[in-house]
T-cell receptor, first 113, second 112 residues
Framework: NAGVMQNPRHLVRRRGQEARLRCSPMKGHSHVYWYRQLPEEGLKFMVYLQKENIIDESGMPKERFSAEFPKEGPSILRIQQVVRGDSAAYFC???????????FGPGTRLLVL | DQQVKQNSPSLSVQEGRISILNCDYTNSMFDYFLWYKKYPAEGPTFLISISSIKDKNEDGRFTVFLNKSAKHLSLHIVPSQPGDSAVYFCAASGTSYDKVIFGPGTSLSVIP
């Protein structure tokens, strides 16, 4: 019974490149959430998705960031034209329908050079 | 505008004593509260939660108390153990499926 999986665990990109972060929710979980943790800060909500639907993206920067959770496959957080300020730990969480408790993956640490 | 506050960035406690971590919130629409524990380089781990219809929830060494009128909750760990040393995040949610708002965290050190 695997937990939430995220890959890669570490990602290094140069300014202007694209970053793709993947999240596979726990088996049976249909809700996925993405959070960002900047150095020395807490977790900040970015986006909440269900299969093929974005439910709440109020925490997503308006430009360069996008997220999807297709019918098949993992959820993807995509950052285009990365800048140094995007360097952070990005955590994915999932929950089953009807539960308020979210279970987190190990995170992807993005470093933009 | 921080809706969930943890005013103590760090806390040190002797092994065997009680650890009390505090959390305040501003949004009266929150009705579900969670505590997560996080070790370095790992994702947060769910610890314990409480619904607004309760004022106390207990799970082993961990107890969460909720004071709705004061918009305050606390996590008690007793007895504290060195393995409890981690960052503890208080979190709050409005309704099922809603996003969870996290506090900035309190770093707990349990000294042997």
């Amino acid at each position: 019974n695997a937990g939430v999986m995220q890959n890669p665990r570490h990602l290094v990109r140069r300014r202007g490149q694209e970053a793709r972060l993947r999240c596979s929710p726990m088996k049976g979980h249909s809700h996925v959430y993405w959070y960002r943790q900047l150095p020395e800060e807490g977790l900040k909500f970015m986006v909440y998705l269900q299969k093929e639907n974005i439910i709440d993206e109020s925490g997503m920067p308006k430009e360069r960031f996008s997220a999807e959770f297709p019918k098949e496959g993992p959820s993807i957080l995509r950052i285009q034209q990365v800048v140094r300020g995007d360097s952070a730990a990005y955590f994915c969480a999932s929950s089953p329908k009807g539960s308020e408790t979210q279970y987190f993956g190990p995170g992807t640490r993005l470093l933009v050079l | 505008d921080q809706q969930v506050k943890q005013n103590s960035p760090s806390l040190s406690v002797q092994e065997g004593r009680i650890s009390i971590l505090n959390c305040d919130y501003t949004n009266s629409m929150f009705d579900y509260f969670l505590w997560y524990k996080k070790y370095p380089a790992e994702g947060p781990t769910f610890l314990i939660s409480i619904s607004s219809i309760k004022d106390k929830n207990e799970d082993g060494r961990f107890t969460v108390f909720l004071n709705k009128s004061a918009k305050h909750l606390s996590l008690h760990i007793v007895p504290s153990q060195p393995g409890d040393s981690a960052v503890y995040f208080c979190a709050a949610s409005g309704t099922s499926y809603d996003k969870v708002i996290f506090g900035p965290g309190t770093s707990l050190s349990v000294i042997p």
